[in-house]
């Protein structure tokens, strides 16, 4: 099993392949041009990485940089129907309704710059009073709209704000602290089936589970590729992409994520996400000082 990471040595930010052993490869590009490659180019350069010495000790960053952005589908599980219909009831009908559609819904949810990595803090907003996780399975894209990889991506929300109307959505989802996306990229010709991967989530709080979930991707009403391809249809991405697939995990309302409490989303085959959480801009600026790069 292989994953590429990006990670920081000596003052500098790399790209490189993980193997079992633990250890890191270095790739001669960075991740955003390694997402300028074809499919079949970067597999290229990650396997003859694979015969390389490995790099020394190396801090591990989230998988995004550059001009990357992290874009979401909404709506592509039955639970996620469900939940988005208890908490808006005057606005059930949408989410019925696009959970069908031919067109996705699909919406921007960070630049690279802002994304946390594992290990990192999230944040839920001081005006909400019920946030949660959205533990979902993401594809990494190169720029051509090519799946190469998968990885995990935290799509933490707002249910309070998008409850009040749909058209509140960006505030609910686009702030400081509300993207986590990690540990790192499992390539894409390694995962025979990403159709049966299972997702299991975990929120600790003072040391005890608070809540816990798992389900699998199996779930999904979309294909992965349509998806994809409703990304790259009227838009361009010159490092790439990485895009969130719907999350099939909601805890019951009136549930909701506080300060302290510890979110761990594991994908099998790919990899396990684990953040912090705090509440409000002002703490969760406190956990950026000095690392935003």
């Known amino acids: 099993m292989t994953h590429i990471v990006r ?3 000596d003052g500098e930010i790399r790209a490189g392949v993980r193997a079992d052993d633990g250890l890191v490869r270095p790739l001669p590009l960075p991740l955003a041009e390694l ?5 079949s180019d970067l597999r290229e350069l990650v ?3 694979m015969t390389e ?3 020394g000790p190396a801090e591990p960053l989230a998988p995004v940089e550059g001009r990357m952005e992290v874009w979401a589908a ?3 599980y039955r639970r996620s129907r469900q939940a988005r219909m208890a908490e808006s009831s005057a606005a059930a009908d949408v989410y019925e309704r696009v959970y069908d559609a031919a067109r996705p819904e699909l919406f921007f949810k960070s630049v690279a710059w802002r994304v946390v990595g594992d290990g990192g803090t999230v944040a839920v907003r001081a005006d909400s009073t019920v946030d949660v996780p959205e533990p979902e399975l ?3 894209l190169n720029a051509y709209g090519e799946i190469v990889g998968y990885t ?3 799509d933490v929300s707002s249910r309070t704000i998008e409850g009040e109307n749909p058209l509140y959505l960006p505030q609910a989802k686009i702030y400081l602290g509300g993207c986590a996306v990690g540990p790192a990229i499992r390539p894409v ?3 025979a089936d990403p159709y049966a991967l299972p997702i299991r989530m975990t929120i600790r709080r003072d040391g005890a589970v608070a809540w816990s979930g798992e389900a699998e991707t199996s779930q999904l009403n979309r294909r992965l590729d349509d998806l994809a391809g409703y990304l790259f249809a009227a838009d361009v991405f010159p490092d790439g992409a990485v895009l969130a697939t719907g999350t099939c995990l909601v805890p019951d309302l009136p549930f909701t994520l506080a300060g302290g409490d510890v979110v761990e989303i594991e994908i099998g085959e790919i990899g396990t996400l684990t953040n912090s959480v705090v509440r409000g801009l002002a703490p969760m600026l406190e956990s950026l000082e000095g690392t935003l790069r």
Request: net charge negative; aromatic share 8%.
């Open 7 to 9: 990670y920081a040595r």
């Open 35 to 39: 997402l300028r490659l074809s499919l």
């Open 138 to 140: 993401a594809l990494v």
């Open 53 to 55: 010495p490995p790099d």
């Open 47 to 49: 396997e003859r990485a």
């Open 74 to 76: 909404g709506v592509t």
């Open 152 to 154: 995990v991506c935290d």
């Open 189 to 191: 010709w390694e995962v």
